[in-house]
């Protein structure tokens, strides 16, 4: 199957995960645990490599106490 690409919406939504992950002072480690995900995943999602599913962000917007808008 092939991947979909990766859009700047996409990669937005990771920088987003990402400051707000370092304002919870969490570190990427933490966080994967916290959602059930490998840290490489995480990565990828913070790094706009990866497009990010929609229960993998409502896990993480839960966990950063944050919306998902």
Do not use: F, W
Request: aromatic residues 2%; contains cysteine; proline residues 3%.
């Amino acid at each position: 199957m092939a991947k979909a690409p990766v859009s700047d919406i996409d990669k937005k939504v990771g920088k987003r995960i990402q400051q707000c992950r370092k304002e919870n002072n969490l570190t990427i480690a933490e966080l994967s645990e916290l959602v059930e995900l490998s840290t490489q995943q995480l990565s990828r999602y913070e790094r706009g490599v990866n497009k990010i599913n929609l229960d993998h962000l409502t896990k993480i917007s839960i966990k950063l106490n944050t919306p998902i808008s």
